[in-house]
């Protein structure tokens, strides 16, 4: 199959591949935030975060804040507190579901020949 008839064909590997979320996850900084976020295993506020990452506190925020919108992270305020946790358990569901799909491809993502697998259609 052409990259353009796959186009046209509707695959559950579509609706996974959310620009947002990989947006969200292609910057450094970000990256650092969710990482120590998962190793502290815990809702941290976005001062602890902050001294965490050694970044200022504005920008934490709005990092934090774009990863929310996102869905990486979730928030809970506390009167003037934010504390931010990583929807961890979401995201695993996601990435699962994303290597799933690609799995069922039929092994053909990544070759070089399609001819490879004879009657198997790419997504």
């Keep these: 199959m052409s990259p353009k008839q796959a186009l046209t064909r509707r695959r559950p590997v579509d609706g996974l591949l959310d620009a947002d979320l990989f947006k969200a996850l292609g ?12 190793k502290c295993a815990r809702a941290c506020t976005v001062s602890e975060i902050a001294e965490c990452c050694s970044v200022d506190f504005s920008v934490v925020s709005r990092h934090l804040q774009l990863l929310e919108r996102s869905g990486v992270l979730e928030s809970n305020r506390t009167g003037r507190t934010v504390s931010y946790r990583v929807r961890g358990d979401e995201l695993a ?26 009657g198997k259609a790419c997504c």
């Design 93 to 118: 569901a996601i990435f699962t579901g994303l290597a799933e799909a690609m799995s069922a491809c039929g092994g053909c993502c990544g070759t070089r020949d399609s001819s490879a697998q004879p």
């Design 27 to 38: 910057d450094r900084t970000r990256l650092r935030l969710v990482a120590c976020l998962v």
